[in-house]
């Protein structure tokens, strides 16, 4: 199968010498699975939300997109968090990340404070979500952008997150994907505050942050359904609340999350929005505060 037949399977569209579609490993809103043909003939797959490559070649499989034959390939290879630390293309990756946070600065006064206050939420001071100027999207267009680091059970940093912004910071930047990650990043998250014994745990940033606004409990960004499913968390962390996305994909992803960290001796809840909103930071703008998760 070539990159383009996958790609119009799955509903989406030339950018340039890639395809873009949404990722069928996630409840994706907006293409985030960049697919081409390589030099050698083989497809390559990368999902820019953090996907890891294994799940998603494992669901095209399953759905009969896939040559069992083949071997995985990628635009970027993703291996786990549990693969080789001496994996060059892993350090390579976590290299350029971490060059792209320490070149990010305090968000204050920024595009990003603006971006969070049209989503309804203040920025924090914690320094654990930066602004940079200009950063290159897929697309070759330059934007401003929102940048969290993603970190690994152990605190160390394995990747980041970002948010493509309108230069005003008005909302997202008029690219596709908005929102990509860069790393191995399997089994982290962006921690929006320290580790303690008790935290709140969402797919989104935005979600995540309107919980931690309207409750004070610290909270974890896992940036996706699989990164819901595949966070790792430390020892420290005793009770979780997992914040649950009002769909199919994302309250599977909930229980997922939560039946496995019940298995591991946590103490676990899930909340849900209210009835018609899809996630805490829809339900935030609506005025309605989330339900009581302390």
């Not at 990003?112 to 697309?139: D, K, W």
């Not at 394995?158 to 948010?163: A, F, K, Q, S």
């Not at 790792?232 to 009770?239: A, D, G, H, I, S």
């Not at 960290?261 to 996630?279: L, Q």
Request: with cysteine; glycine share 10%; proline share 6%.
């Amino acid at each position: 199968m070539s990159a383009e037949t996958l790609a119009r399977t799955l509903g989406g569209r030339r950018s340039g010498r890639t395809w873009l579609a949404c990722c069928p490993a996630h409840d994706d809103r907006e293409p985030s699975l960049a697919i081409r043909d390589g030099d050698d003939g083989r497809v390559l797959v990368h999902c820019h939300a953090g996907c890891d490559q294994r799940t998603v070649i494992d669901v095209l499989r399953r759905r009969g997109l896939w040559d069992s034959t083949d071997r995985p390939s990628a635009l970027r290879p993703g291996p786990s968090s549990s693969a080789p630390a001496t994996d060059p293309d892993a350090e390579q990756r976590i290299a350029a990340a971490v060059r792209i946070w320490d070149a990010s600065h305090d968000a204050r006064g920024t595009p990003v404070a603006t971006y969070l206050s049209s989503r309804g939420l203040v920025l924090p001071f914690s320094g654990r979500i930066r602004f940079h100027t200009a950063l290159t999207h897929s697309t070759g267009t330059v934007w401003p952008a929102m940048v969290g680091l993603v970190r690994d059970a152990a605190d160390q940093p394995i990747g980041v997150h970002r948010t493509f912004l309108a230069r005003d910071g008005s909302g997202k930047a008029p690219v596709s994907p908005a929102k990509m990650a860069l790393g191995p990043i399997r089994g982290g998250a962006v921690r929006l505050a320290k580790a303690a014994k008790k935290i709140v745990v969402g797919e989104g940033i935005e979600t995540v942050l309107s919980v931690m606004q309207s409750t004070g409990v610290p909270g974890w960004a896992a940036l996706s359904t699989s990164g819901l499913r595949t966070l790792v968390l430390p020892r420290l962390v005793e009770e979780v609340v997992v914040l649950a996305d009002a769909d199919e994909p994302g309250e599977a992803a909930a229980r997922d999350a939560a039946a496995r960290w019940v298995h591991e001796g946590r103490r676990v809840r899930i909340a849900r929005p209210d009835e018609g909103y899809k996630d805490f930071n829809d339900m935030l703008r609506g005025q309605v505060g989330p339900r009581r998760v302390a």
